[in-house]
């Protein structure tokens, strides 16, 4: 019998407060006043309310916690292979400074070959190839080299 009369009260009483009217001056001071009772000596607006939104919790709570779930998981997982990896890291950067170094000793020594030959003396077209040649190692020194 209980659960009638609750139901009952729940139909009757939910339209009559979404039929509620909302109401709004400001006094001689400049404060806003807000009121469901209708003021009949001062000049009022009458405020439209709008339904209110309902949004299931629910669902989000339990993608938050999967979401951290998965966030423990992955920092875990960085922390475990830190270590590991802070030493490939550090083999890798040696490996590619010892390439590095090779082939900058490769275009020194190229350079010097072809310094050699235009000092030996060749022929126009033959002079201008070993110019263009020492022109282009000698970019490529300095870009990944010097500059890189």
Same mark, same amino acid.
């Given at each position: 019998?209980?659960?009638?009369?609750?139901?009952?009260?729940?139909?009757?009483?939910?339209?009559?407060?979404?039929?509620?009217?909302?109401?709004?001056?400001?006094?001689?001071?400049?404060?806003?006043?807000?009121?469901?009772?209708?003021?009949?000596?001062?000049?009022?607006?009458?405020?439209?309310?709008?339904?209110?939104?309902?949004?299931?919790?629910?669902?989000?709570?339990?993608?938050?916690?999967?979401?951290?779930?998965?966030?423990?998981?992955?920092?875990?997982?960085?922390?475990?292979?830190?270590?590991?990896?802070?030493?490939?890291?550090?083999? !890798? =950067?040696? @490996?590619?400074?010892?390439?590095?170094?090779?082939?900058?000793?490769?275009? &020194?020594? *190229?350079? %010097?070959?072809? $310094? !050699? =030959?235009? @000092?030996?003396?060749?022929?126009?077209?033959?002079?201008?190839?070993?110019? &263009?040649? *020492?022109? %282009?190692?000698? $970019?490529?020194?300095? @870009?990944?080299?010097?500059?890189?």
């Amino acid at each position: 019998m209980p659960w009638r009369q609750a139901a009952v009260f729940v139909v009757l009483f939910i339209p009559a407060v979404s039929a509620a009217e909302m109401y709004t001056w400001i006094d001689d001071q400049g404060v806003a006043h807000f009121t469901d009772i209708k003021p009949s000596e001062r000049e009022h607006e009458q405020v439209e309310l709008r339904r209110p939104s309902l949004i299931p919790m629910r669902e989000n709570i339990t993608r938050g916690k999967r979401v951290t779930t998965i966030n423990r998981q992955v920092s875990r997982s960085l922390e475990a292979n830190d270590g590991s990896k802070r030493k490939a890291s550090v083999e !890798q =950067k040696a @490996r590619e400074l010892e390439r590095k170094n090779a082939r900058c000793a490769g275009y &020194r020594e *190229r350079l %010097e070959r072809i $310094q !050699q =030959k235009l @000092r030996a003396g060749y022929s126009t077209d033959q002079g201008n190839r070993l110019r &263009r040649q *020492r022109r %282009e190692v000698s $970019q490529r020194l300095s @870009r990944e080299c010097i500059l890189g």
